[in-house]
Every structure is written in structure tokens, then in C-alpha cells.
């Protein structure tokens, strides 16, 4: 039998402290929701029913969520293959890549989204006018470093070389290794990256604005500035949303592969 | 199954040359060693062979085919790395399916025979277990079922043991040649241990500096080896630098003492050898010396099981003789004794730069 952990009371007393940071601004904005927003009164759904039947609501959410998806299908085919290669042929490559990745977080929004449109001037409007093109090409930027130290994390727990090596000594083609071999074994750094990236694209709001178009923050802050009181249940309606769609890439990242922890 | 020929094959990493120069025929369905200390290029030498490096020049062939430039997944090798090969999403058994799988193999034809192969190794009950699930030693087995699912024409063990506890490393090495005998495949073998080499291989190939000092059956390397660098490497050896003193009768001078060594005849008078003795051979008494005898002072002793080793520091050298229990128990630490060898028994090498000082000896000699 092991002994029952015994939690020392101040650490109880620091997870409440905790717990109220997060959980208080929570709660009030949910009792804040609940009021009318004629009256001002408690307690009424109507303006989640108010946001719910909101054409617009439903629509910037699906293009937030469209746009989280291509962002994190294009990180993956753009980095999966080329932090393999760094790992494995490269590696002195690596630090260069890590203080490339660095650079999103070091330049201001503006100056990126000034520089981008500058950049994609003259493409076809298909791409330039559309979010589902210019975004996301300004998104995969974002992500770059989340994802990237998700996955170099990832491939520094496997031993690259010895599994690509037992691999093709095998008589597996490089992009059979990749897909067979390293792909499920990096599966959860993936996920940890794409968790992040969705999180990232469903909260952007700098770069959206700037370059006029309606993704969900958008929304968010239209209604933030016009309705006092569906603005709140709005916010937890994202919140949620969010949490639903990370949910659902862990069980579909999750699959029938086993638990990867101590897979070594 | 094929045999492999290594034709003049070299390999330099900027200016390090780390193969310089081998060539090598093996027979099929024979068991090779590659031997040698760490950067001797042994690893590098398998790896030119498993396609995973390409050499600067020289060929490699298996059977009569060229397969220096084929790529790696077309040369249907066998490889057993030394550790953390076996992938960890899959269960032992798809792990040994592997290479069938990516050979297109029907499902239920790939499945039988991988569960005969992890039957050959002895884990036909651990099948469905992940390898973080299984010991290193039943890793390594699974690595060398998954090795030998494709029929590879050649195998090649990269250490597959020097990650293993001892008892286990003695176990398997002895398991691998079995297997290895009855399926009769090619087989070189990568270590640095010269016990595993020795106790396994058909031949041995003793590396050092990116050549092949010597290469020859394990008695032969054992009892007569070829360089100074063998004679070091390769079990214990008492290394004794003296002078021919009489090649007419076989005798060297070692510090002021004649020494019979029938290896010394027809020798150059003068030149200047290493006198190679196996500490098994070394008898110790707690005497005065006797024929071909030596007196020194018992310095050390060490307990080893099936002997003691007595390190005894006679003239400059300290010398290593190994003697059963019971008779070192005669002989404490301190104790003067006398030490002798049998003629026949000590090897006799040449020194680098002897063959010079041999010569001025020799001019010496004619001038009196």
C-alpha cells in the first residue's frame, strides 16, 4: 500500500489563489450574461439566443475555424518534414531555425501586416482579398515558433537517426520512415503545437483588423462596442468553442495509437 | 546468402581519415568480427557496408554485385544497432513485420512469419508487448527477429550487446551464433569487446587507426598476434622489450637476464623485439631463480574466479601472470619469487625503428 499523499495546507491555500484568478473573472462574466439586455435584470438566456441566431456569429466563427485548421495543416506539412531533416542531417541548422523562430515574437503586428501586404501587392485577388489566402499566409508566420519548438521538443525525445537507420535498412523509402516510423512518435508534440496554433488563429485580432477582414475577435469586439450584455456571453461562447475544438483534436490526434509516454 | 568483398575502401571526414584503405573477402555464411578501441573506424567500416555512408573511394560488393551506390533500403541488409532501434509505436511483433509490410507481404503470411521469428529468439509470448514494455536484452532479440524477417543476403550487428548487463551480453552472444550457424547467413559483427569477438566469429579483424592490423581465425589472433598494437588489444599480455643476445640458441637479454625464447632464432644479434608472453603461461615460484628465469617482488594480487593475476615487478617491467588460487595463496604480497616462461610459448615481434639500432649493433659487432 503507498502512503496517502498528504497536501501541505499552504499549498492548498496557493491553488485556491490560483484557482480565484481564473475561475472569478469566469463567473462574473457568466452572471454578467445572464442579465436582460433591456432591462438589466437577472437571470435570461436571450442573449446567448440573441448571438446564437446572430447570421454573423456563425459565420466569422466558421472562417476563424477554417482559418486555425489551414494554419495548422500547412505549419505541419512546412515544419514536420523540415525539422526530420534538420534533426537528422542539419543539425548545426538548428539553432538557426530557433532564432528564426523567434523572430514573429520580436516584430510588432503592424509592422508585419504592413510588410505583408506590401509583399503580396499584385497577387491574384482570390488570394490577396480572401482570408482563407493572405491570413493564413500571415498565421503560418504566427504559428512558426509554437509549432517549431512543439516539434523540435518532440523529435529530441526520439533517437532520429537509429529509427530512420533501422527504418530504411529495412527497405522503407525516406517518406514511408517519415509517415510510418517518425510521425507516430512525434504525434503529441504535434498536437501540443497544433493546440496552440488553433488557439493563436481563433484569438488573432491585430493582423485580422489591420488588413479588414471578419474573423470571430472581430465579431467579438463589434459586439463588445454596441451590446453590453451579449458581449459577455459571446466571450464565454468562444471560450468554450475553443476548449470544444482542442477537445476534438485530442481524440482525433489521439486515434488507436497507444500512450506515447515513456515510449522510448 | 552472399559473401562480401571490401575493395580498397576509404573514407575521410574532412582531414580525419577514418577508413584507410581496407580490403576484405568474406565467405558466405560466414561469422566476421570487426575489432578495435572507439574511432578505430570499424562502426564507419559497417556503415559503408549497410549503405548509410558512402565511402571516398573503393568498392564494396556482396555476391558479385556492386552495391557501393545503391541506397540503403535496396541493398536487403540485415542491421541490429547497438540500442533504441525498435520503434516505439509498434508491439514486437509488427516491429518484426515491419520490413514484409513495407515489401508489400500479404497480412497473414507477414504475421506467421514474424511470429516464427520472435519464436526463433524466444519471445513468442511477448508478441503483442511495446518495446518499453520489454528488458534491453529482449529488445535486442526483437531487433535482431525484425533484422532477419527481410532474409537479408547479409547481416550486420552494430554492438548490439555493449548496452546489455554481463550475464545477459553472454547469454545472447552465444544465442546469436546459433542462430546464426543455422541460418547460415553472412554475418560481420561490430565490437570492441575482444572477449564477444573471440568467443563468436569465424574470423576476426582487428581494426586500429582505420586499417585492419590483422585478420585471422580467434586462435590465431589470440595466440599469435601480428602487430605490437594485436598483442596489446587483444586479451592480456606481458610485453617484454629486449635484444636478440643468440640466435643460434634462441636467447634475448631483457635487463642483463638471458632469456630462452624459441622464437629468437635466426634472428638479426642485436635487433631490438618485443617478447610477447600470455599470463597463463608464466609460472612463479617462491624460489631462486632456475632456467630461464627472472626474480622480482610480488606487488599486487587480484582475485579473477577462476585464477588470481599477480602483478610482479621484475627489472623495469611489471609482469602479469595468472595462477590458480591455491598457488598464489603461497605467494603474499611482497614475497620474492622467481618467474619463467616455456620457450615455445612467447611471441616475438620486431620494435618499430629496431631494425636501425639491429644494424648499428650489427656494425658494432663487426668492428670488434
Not at chain 1, 481564473?22 to 437577472?42: D, E, M, V
Not at chain 1, 456569429?57 to 489551414?70: A, H, N, P
Not at chain 2, 543476403?153 to 551480453?169: F, G, N, Q, T
Not at chain 2, 631463480?289 to 594480487?301: A, D, F, H, K, P
Request: aromatic fraction near 8%.
Amino acid at each position: 500500500m503507498t502512503p496517502r499523499r498528504f497536501i501541505a495546507p499552504s499549498a492548498v491555500l496557493w491553488l485556491l489563489l490560483g484557482a480565484a484568478y481564473f475561475l472569478i473573472p469566469l463567473i462574473a462574466t457568466l452572471i454578467f450574461s445572464l442579465r436582460s439586455n433591456q432591462t438589466g435584470t437577472c437571470c435570461t438566456l436571450e442573449n446567448y439566443g440573441t448571438i446564437i441566431h446572430d447570421p454573423q456569429f456563425l459565420k466569422t466563427i466558421k472562417t476563424s475555424f477554417i482559418l486555425s485548421l489551414e494554419t495548422i495543416f500547412l505549419t505541419l506539412v512546412l515544419l514536420v518534414p523540415t525539422v526530420y531533416w534538420v534533426h537528422l542531417k542539419l543539425p548545426r541548422l538548428r539553432s538557426v531555425i530557433g532564432f528564426m523562430a523567434l523572430v514573429p515574437f520580436v516584430i510588432p503586428p503592424i509592422i508585419l501586416v504592413v510588410g505583408l501586404l506590401d509583399v503580396y501587392k499584385g497577387t491574384p485577388t482570390w488570394f490577396y482579398a480572401e482570408p482563407y489566402g493572405f491570413l493564413v499566409a500571415a498565421y503560418v508566420i504566427l504559428a512558426f515558433p509554437y509549432m517549431y519548438f512543439s516539434l523540435d521538443t518532440g523529435f529530441r525525445s526520439i533517437d532520429v537517426h537509429t529509427l530512420t537507420e533501422a527504418s530504411q535498412s529495412l527497405g522503407a523509402h525516406w517518406t514511408t520512415t517519415l509517415v510510418r516510423v517518425i510521425l507516430p512518435n512525434i504525434k503529441s508534440a504535434a498536437l501540443a503545437g497544433s493546440f496552440l496554433t488553433l488557439a493563436i488563429v481563433m484569438g488573432e485580432f491585430t493582423i485580422a483588423s489591420l488588413a479588414v477582414f471578419d474573423t470571430f475577435p472581430i465579431y467579438i469586439q463589434y459586439i463588445n462596442q454596441n451590446k453590453a450584455y451579449p458581449a459577455a456571453s459571446v466571450t464565454l461562447l468562444a471560450f468554450a468553442i475553443t476548449w470544444a475544438a482542442m477537445v476534438a483534436l485530442l481524440a482525433a490526434g489521439r486515434g488507436r495509437a497507444p500512450a506515447a509516454q515513456g515510449a522510448r | 546468402m552472399a559473401g562480401v568483398r571490401l575493395q580498397s575502401l576509404r573514407r575521410r571526414f574532412g582531414d580525419v581519415v577514418a577508413l584507410d584503405g581496407i580490403d576484405l573477402d568474406i565467405a558466405s555464411g560466414e561469422f566476421v568480427s570487426f575489432l578495435g578501441p572507439s574511432g578505430c573506424g570499424k562502426t564507419t567500416a559497417l556503415r559503408l557496408i549497410a549503405g548509410f555512408d558512402r565511402p571516398t573511394s573503393g568498392r564494396v560488393f556482396v555476391g558479385d554485385k556492386d552495391i557501393t551506390g545503391v541506397a540503403p533500403n535496396k541493398r536487403d541488409i540485415g542491421m541490429v544497432f547497438q540500442a533504441y532501434s525498435l520503434f516505439p509505436n509498434m508491439t514486437s511483433v509488427r516491429n518484426v513485420e515491419f520490413g514484409l509490410r513495407v515489401r508489400r507481404q500479404g497480412r497473414g503470411d507477414r504475421r506467421t512469419r514474424a511470429l516464427e521469428l520472435l519464436e526463433l529468439v524466444g519471445l513468442g509470448h511477448a508478441a503483442d508487448r511495446y518495446p518499453h514494455q520489454l528488458s534491453g536484452g529482449m529488445q535486442q532479440r526483437v531487433a535482431l527477429a525484425r533484422a532477419l524477417a527481410i532474409e537479408p543476403r547479409l547481416l550486420l550487428l552494430d554492438e548490439p550487446l555493449s548496452a546489455l548487463d554481463a550475464k545477459v551480453r553472454v547469454q545472447l552472444r552465444e544465442e546469436i551464433r546459433r542462430i546464426q550457424t543455422r541460418l547460415g547467413i553472412t554475418t560481420i559483427y561490430v565490437t570492441h569487446d575482444q572477449e564477444e569477438a573471440l568467443s563468436i566469429s569465424d574470423r576476426v579483424a582487428v581494426l586500429s587507426q582505420g586499417q585492419i592490423e590483422q585478420i585471422g581465425t580467434p586462435a590465431e589472433i589470440y595466440g599469435a598476434p601480428a602487430t605490437p598494437f594485436v598483442a596489446e588489444f587483444v586479451g592480456t599480455m606481458n610485453r617484454i622489450e629486449s635484444t636478440v643476445a643468440d640466435p643460434d640458441n634462441g636467447r634475448v637479454d631483457y635487463e642483463g637476464s638471458s632469456l630462452a625464447v624459441d622464437a629468437a632464432r635466426g634472428r638479426q644479434r642485436g635487433e631490438r623485439v618485443l617478447v610477447l608472453v600470455r599470463p597463463e603461461t608464466v609460472q612463479v615460484e617462491a624460489a631462486a631463480s632456475s632456467e630461464n628465469g627472472l626474480t622480482g617482488e610480488v606487488v599486487s594480487q587480484t582475485f579473477l574466479g577462476s585464477v588470481t593475476r599477480l602483478r610482479v615487478l621484475a627489472g623495469p617491467a611489471e609482469w602479469t601472470a595468472d595462477l590458480s588460487a591455491e598457488r598464489a595463496a603461497a605467494l603474499p604480497i611482497g614475497a620474492q619469487v622467481s618467474l619463467h616462461f616455456p620457450p615455445s610459448s612467447a611471441k616475438l615481434l620486431t620494435l618499430e625503428g629496431g631494425a636501425a639500432e639491429g644494424l648499428e649493433a650489427a656494425a658494432a659487432d663487426s668492428v670488434e
